[in-house]
């Protein structure tokens, strides 16, 4: 039997970290900018 914390490792990896570490989907809202060569958050 799969435990609870097995699944939701399984579902982050599959969905939130697949979508942040995939280059061709970019994110809705970017979190970092630059500005003057600075990285702010937006």
Do not use: C
């Not at 970290?17 to 970017?30: A, G, K, Q, Y």
């Amino acid at each position: 039997m799969i435990n609870k914390s097995t699944i939701w490792q399984y579902w982050i990896a599959e969905t939130v970290l697949h979508n942040i570490r995939e280059s061709d989907t970019p994110d809705p809202v970017p979190f970092f900018e630059t500005m003057d060569g600075k990285l702010e958050t937006s």
